[in-house]
């Protein structure tokens, strides 16, 4: 039974750092491309950042350029998304999910495994 499970949310001040984890079970992270997903309440899901296979390759949404990072630790089945300058816009649930492509694309139609998500909060 695949499972994908994040975590590392939480509720942080405007300029803070969080960082994600997403960890794979069932099947392994280094086979499946990742990526991360936002919804804010009343608000379509967003497509934030993706990571190929191999950790080598990388795509984040321009709202997120230039602070998020991701990086992958195939040893632990995990992928790290880590959110730095964090602004109120960016409170949302976050959700990772997994494709078997590495077209780098953060439309979430194309991936296939999805975690339950985690909640982000900036606030002061």
């Known amino acids: 039974q695949w499972q994908l499970v994040e975590s590392g949310g939480g509720l942080v001040q405007p300029g803070g750092s969080l960082r994600l984890s997403c960890t794979a079970s069932?099947?392994?992270?280094?086979?499946?491309?990742i990526g991360w997903f936002r919804q804010a309440p009343g608000k379509e899901r967003e497509g934030v950042s993706f990571?190929?296979?191999?950790?080598?390759?990388?795509k984040f949404a321009d709202s997120v350029k230039g602070r998020f990072a991701m990086s992958k630790d195939s040893a632990k089945n995990t992928v790290y998304l880590q959110m730095n300058s964090l602004k109120p816009e960016d409170t949302a649930v976050y959700y990772c999910?997994?494709?078997?492509?590495?077209?780098?694309?953060?439309?979430?139609?194309?991936?296939?495994?999805w975690g339950r998500g985690t909640q982000v909060t900036i606030s002061s």
């Open positions: 999910a997994a494709k078997d492509d590495n077209q780098p694309t953060l439309r979430a139609d194309n991936y296939k495994y």
């Open positions: 069932g099947f392994f992270a280094n086979i499946y491309a």
């Open positions: 990571i190929s296979t191999s950790g080598e390759s990388t």
